[in-house]
């Protein structure tokens, strides 16, 4: 089975905070991406990766960038928390692998409350 | 261009009956057209998908139907059970899948017992 983990299920952070969300994926997946969820809004794209050190803004950037050094894990960082940036945030991996090309899979959220 | 649209926001439906939740895009470039379920404290997961040469795929109790030319696409739940209480997302994608989904908006659907 594909595993996405994602490193906290609830994070409170304090305005101003730098914030890093942590995900890893153990399928080899090439594409890793970042989405918010919110209510009424749905899912939101903020940033994805096709590769090792390579990042694409999504819909949303503002306010975060993303690091990538391993193919297996991908980071998300509010550079200085605000409080709309609560939120849940939900990683997912997919794309190309030995196997052939694989569906997105998505880990079980990080709940962020910023104060 | 890059927008799903989805409807009802919200639907109840009694257990045994059915389920029917609709979407519609506006870029035709898009090649891929899944649906995720999401649980209450759970990430979504894909539940069944279509691509546009088929119009109609099936999955136990759940179809998809695909209309090209009007570019829509529907979920349809036969036999709702309560268990597929859940919030449901329609999505679309280019180049196969694996690239980056746009999602609507979820509908959130209750099936009382």
């Known amino acids: 089975d594909v595993k996405v983990t994602q490193s906290s299920r609830y994070l409170v952070k304090r305005t101003g905070e730098k914030v890093f969300l942590e995900c890893v994926q153990d399928?080899?997946?090439?594409?890793m991406f970042w989405y918010r969820q919110d209510p009424g809004l749905g899912l939101r794209l903020i940033y994805f990766?096709?590769?090792?050190?390579?990042?694409e803004k999504g819909d949303i950037p503002e306010g975060y960038s993303v690091s990538r050094e391993k193919k297996e894990r991908f980071s998300l960082i509010l550079e200085s928390a605000s409080t709309n940036q609560t939120s849940m945030y939900l990683c997912?991996?997919?794309?190309?692998?030995?196997?052939?090309?694989?569906?997105?899979?998505f880990g079980n959220g990080t709940r962020l409350t910023v104060t | 261009q890059q927008q799903v649209k989805q409807s009802p926001q919200s639907l109840i439906v009694q257990k045994g009956g059915i389920s029917i939740i609709n979407c519609a895009y506006e870029n035709t470039a898009f090649d891929y057209f899944p649906w995720y379920q999401q649980f209450p404290g759970k990430g979504p997961a894909l539940l069944i998908a279509i691509r546009p040469d088929v119009s109609e795929k099936k999955e136990g109790r759940f179809t998809i139907s695909f209309n090209k030319s009007a570019k829509q696409f529907s979920l349809h739940i036969m036999d709702s059970q309560p268990g597929d209480s859940a919030t449901y997302f329609c999505?679309?994608?280019?180049?196969?899948?694996?690239?980056?989904?746009?999602f609507g908006k979820g509908t959130k659907l209750t099936v009382n017992p």
């Open positions: 399928m080899d997946h090439e594409n």
């Open positions: 990766s096709y590769d090792v050190k390579m990042k």
């Open positions: 999505a679309a994608s280019m180049l196969g899948g694996s690239e980056k989904l746009v």
């Open positions: 997912a991996s997919g794309g190309l692998t030995g196997l052939g090309s694989s569906p997105l899979h």
